[in-house]
């Protein structure tokens, strides 16, 4: 069955009483798994979620989990529903949109407290950032900034940024700075605050 076409491993993957519903699925995952696992791996880096670097491959083995999850309940819905199966580039593309829900979904769900962070939570964040071999620098960091009298928010915005390794979108969907903060005006902070640090000879970096 190596050799067999997409519509005929589509519709035997997706028949579990055919003969070949088994030997269709060896073969499924042999030719995509790895592009399966790829696609999964490069949507988790672009979460860029500091609390994600401690069980990345974890996460990622899930993810990949979840997604066969996706293709075969309800009777494989998920492949039946791909609606044009002599375009091996087009089901590419499909395999594709199903790694990037399935792990947009995984975020959300598991690792939500570090996307979606209420005000008062935030600190806690910021908090867990200090408790690391890297402790000393934190603190000199944070009294540097405050002895500039930058404020609490912006000094925040800086560590989520720099230190926790949180990119644009994630800062600009956080309830604290929620249509408070433009793109540019993240730019123009951070690189402030690099200004001030390096005056110092601290670069803001773990």
């Not at 790829?38 to 979840?66: H, M, P």
Request: overall charge positive; glycine content about 4%; charged content about 30%.
């Amino acid at each position: 069955m190596d050799d067999f076409k997409l519509p005929v491993l589509l519709k035997n993957c997706c028949d579990r009483y055919s003969l070949q519903h088994q030997a269709a699925w060896f073969v499924f995952m042999k030719r995509y798994k790895e592009f399966i696992y790829y696609n999964v791996t490069i949507r988790c880096k672009d979460w860029n979620i500091a609390r994600l670097n401690f069980q990345f491959n974890e996460v990622v083995n899930d993810v990949v989990g979840s997604v066969i999850n996706i293709l075969c309940e309800n009777d494989f819905r998920a492949l039946k529903n791909f609606r044009n199966p002599e375009n091996e580039k087009q089901f590419h593309w499909y395999l594709i949109t199903i790694c990037h829900h399935a792990t947009a979904r995984y975020m959300k769900k598991y690792l939500k407290r570090y996307i979606e962070l209420d005000p008062e939570e935030m600190h806690e964040t910021i908090n867990e950032m200090a408790d690391d071999s890297s402790g000393q620098l934190y603190e000199s960091i944070v009294a540097t900034l405050r002895s500039h009298g930058k404020k609490e928010r912006d000094i925040n915005l800086f560590l989520l940024s720099v230190w926790g390794r949180f990119d644009k979108k994630m800062l600009l969907s956080l309830p604290g700075y929620r249509g408070k903060i433009t793109s540019k005006m993240i730019d123009n902070s951070v690189y402030r605050m690099r200004e001030i640090l390096r005056e110092y000879g601290i670069d803001g970096e773990i």
